[in-house]
C-alpha cells in the first residue's frame, strides 16, 4: 500500500508565502510525475504543477511566476512554495504521485488526504 501525507497548510494574509509538502511512502518502486491540485467547493479543480522525474516543471497560468514546485527524489516528497498569495488561490490542495509498486507493476496515479490553504484579502 501508498500513502501520500501533505503538510503545511494554513491560513495566511493576501501577498504572503506557504510551502506546502507531500511524503510518499510504502510500496513504491519508484514515481514518475508528482503534482499539486487544487479544488474549491462548486468549482472544477484544476491542476497547479507538476514534476515529473526529471526535474521538468509545468505550471497553470495563474500560479506562473508565484508558485515553484520542487522535489526530493531520496525522500520521495514533493514541494510547492506559494509566494504573491492571493485569495484566489484559497483552495484544498492535493498532491498526487503517479508510481508503480514493482518493476513489473504499471503506473497508478495516487492522492492525498487534502490541505486547506485559505487566503485572506
Known amino acids: 500500500q501508498v500513502q501520500l501525507v501533505e503538510s503545511g497548510g494554513g491560513l495566511v494574509q493576501a501577498g504572503g508565502s506557504l510551502r506546502v509538502s507531500c511524503a510518499a511512502s510504502g510500496s513504491i518502486f519508484n514515481i514518475s510525475d508528482m503534482g499539486w491540485y487544487r479544488q474549491v467547493p462548486g468549482k472544477q479543480g484544476e491542476l497547479v504543477a507538476n514534476i515529473n522525474s526529471g526535474g521538468y516543471t509545468k505550471y497553470e497560468d495563474s500560479v506562473k511566476g508565484r508558485f515553484t514546485i520542487s522535489r526530493d527524489n531520496a525522500k520521495n516528497t514533493v514541494y510547492l512554495q506559494m509566494n504573491s498569495l492571493k485569495p484566489e488561490d484559497t483552495a484544498v490542495y492535493y498532491c498526487?504521485?503517479?508510481?508503480?509498486?514493482?518493476?513489473?507493476?504499471?503506473?497508478?496515479?495516487?492522492w492525498g488526504q487534502g490541505t486547506q490553504v485559505t487566503v485572506s484579502s
Open positions: 498526487k504521485a503517479i508510481l508503480r509498486m514493482s518493476r513489473l507493476s504499471t503506473y497508478v496515479q495516487w
